[in-house]
């Protein structure tokens, strides 16, 4: 609460602040500078994409010791955790975005807004292009050299193949998606409204399923949810019994990424509230009139007419990663591998974090097993009990990362073991085939890699501090790693898990935060507001999004269709 009263208290200080230094936003106006004159004997720092982990990156560089050039076909920064409270109103879209200029006004870097559509890795150069509405007819490619490349271009959203889903659906990817999915709400709501509708076709307008029991898709169905019972049923009366909300997941359970009290928490509440949650269905395909998909556990075939759906399941490969990755031999992947100092396998002098890359893990798999098998000193298959706790003790110091993965499915089976020797006074059995089933299980959700702008940002972060340190020694020094001593001049790079939210609707939320603290409720949505308003990259957007929330409070969503 105390965080709560705080955040709200920045209101006062954060409007000020933000009216003495907002000025107009630039976040496609601002005038462009002269490009540098080369020449200035500085390494070229490329990076592309300007997301959590560009940004990150760019905010603790050192700019003035490399030849800084940013380029993205967005001039803007977007706080995505908020993506799902533009969709309802909650936070207008303005408010959630930071142009790039604002951002490195201070910084001696420049910014080119323009696609990378090729990385030529022999040549060290990349090509872009001018994409926006406003070109110089026939000079809408340009290229650009590097010495370090830095790859932050995220990823797209992943149909899995599904028939009719790149056509139909829409996606909640980036603030236009949200702006578009809020305009069609609207537009389900008036046209549901007409008055010579049959009742069938009103009960289609107002069918809205997403696809995906994620964070995100559970957040956006959570809106979805407020907006129409909280601001839209009162304004169609009429409507509000005919509305159905349809969220259909693959898995057994929806957030399955979280605690199970929190999953269990969030069925029970949708179901309370009518939201249909559908576990266990795999979606066959999408026409312009329907959704269908299939039971796994009974096999039973469904249909449902829809008047919105929004696909919300998993990343996919960006078309210049997928071109790269050719070019350096990954082909059999879905994102860039990356050492533990984010450098791109097989290349030289390119970098890649965020959503884009995965810091390849087969080696910290190795490592773990090798420490249980170190750990059996006389070799018997069995550990005392301290000795096993002392082992996964030092796991966990090495990498903090896995409870992350393990503790849900793979725990449990530790700790059973754990338990049974406790209980016959025995050793526990070093299982290692139980282990390394587990941790091959964990080695490949671990390749995946979490998506989230928790990552990125702290690879952002590390990476600028690797090349600020780079920028001290030798130019030529790369992040290296003294091989069998175990020592290195560069540190990896080791995630800090610092917790998640699932906004559940209803001002209430649940987190999971580190030390398996888990909290549910309208206390949690203020540390939520608390938490998301620090996390803001300004002040100016700071004071925005606190504004919204407030506007949200006292006059409710505001239901215009622009
Ligand atoms: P992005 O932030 O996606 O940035 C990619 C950048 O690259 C963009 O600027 C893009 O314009 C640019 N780009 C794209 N193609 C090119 C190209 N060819 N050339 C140059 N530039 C290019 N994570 C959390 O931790 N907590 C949350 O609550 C959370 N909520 C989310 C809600 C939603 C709706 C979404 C979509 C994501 C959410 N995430 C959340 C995930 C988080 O946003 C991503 O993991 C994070 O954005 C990844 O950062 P990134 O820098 O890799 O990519």
Redesign the pocket.
Known sequence: YLLAIAATGCLGAGLLVALADAGRDSTRSDSDEAVSPEGSGKKKVVI???????ISFLKSLDASKYDVRV????NYF?F??L??SVTSGTVEARSITEPIRRIIRKKDVKFHEA???KIDEANKKVMCRDISDVKCKGKEDFELEYDYLVV????TSNTFGTKGVEEYCHF??EIEDAEKIRGRIVDCFETASLPHLSDEDRRKLLSFVIVGGG??GV?YAAELHDLIYEDLTSLYPELQKIVNITLVQSGDHILNTFDGRISEYAEKKFSREGIDVKIGSRVLGVTEETISFKSKATGKLMEIPYGMIVWSTGIGT?P?IADYMKQIGQTDRRVLATDEWLRVKNTDGVYA????ATVEQRKIAEDIADLFKLADKDGDGYLSVSEFVDTMDNVRMRYPQIDLYMERQHMEGVVGLLNDALKKEKNVKLDLEHFSEAICKVDSQMKSGP??????AQQGEYLALSFNHMAMGSPDEGPIRVRGGGRHRYHPFRYRHLG??APLGGETTAAELPGDWVSIGRSTQWLWYSVYASKQVSWRTRALVIFDWTKRFVFGRDSSRM
């Open positions: 592309l994409g300007t997301g959590w982990g560009g380029v993205s076909p967005r977007v995505t955790p993506l799902p696609e990378c559509t932050a271009v995220g990823a909640l990817k964070p995100t957040e960006r210049v974090l965020g959503d884009c998506a989230t702008a928790q990552v990125a998640q939210f």
